[in-house]
Structure formats: structure tokens, C-alpha cells
């Protein structure tokens, strides 16, 4: 992996988030840092399934917002 310098990405560290799902259970997810070895920045490797995981509590969340605003207009 590259940074926007051109500098190569290597394996900083990882950060431990904890997820919640709508019923209440709780996950722990793992998020690799990688930091480039020429200018130091740092970004963070989300995996798949939690950016997917994310984007469909996203749309369900415009969805319900969508709803709400429908039905206060009639």
C-alpha cells in the first residue's frame, strides 16, 4: 500500500472499537493503523464487513428519515 507521497504503508498498530447492533449486542472489532515510513501519517484499514455493515445502517437510518418526513406531511 502507498501513501499520497509515494511513501510505502507499514503496520503501526490496531485500535480496538466496540460495535453495537440494533437488538443491543456487542462486537469488538479490530482496526489496523498503518503509518507511512516517509511523511508519518497515519490511516486506518477498515475491513469489509464493517464499512458494508456501516453503509446499510446508514441507509436505514435516511430510509426511517424519509418515512418520517412523508407521514408529518400528510
Keep these: 500500500m502507498k501513501c499520497e ?17 440494533k437488538g443491543g449486542a456487542k ?3 479490530y482496526i489496523e493503523r498503518v503509518k507511512c515510513e516517509k511523511c508519518g ?3 486506518r484499514i477498515f475491513p469489509e464487513n464493517i464499512l458494508l455493515t456501516l453503509f446499510f445502517m ?11 418526513c ?4 400528510k
Design 5 to 21: 507521497c509515494g511513501g510505502d504503508m507499514k503496520h503501526h498498530d490496531k485500535a480496538v472499537r466496540i460495535v453495537r447492533e
Design 27 to 29: 462486537h469488538r472489532i
Design 41 to 43: 501519517k497515519i490511516r
Design 58 to 68: 446508514s441507509m436505514n437510518t435516511i430510509f426511517t428519515y424519509f418515512r418520517i
Design 70 to 73: 412523508e407521514n408529518s406531511y
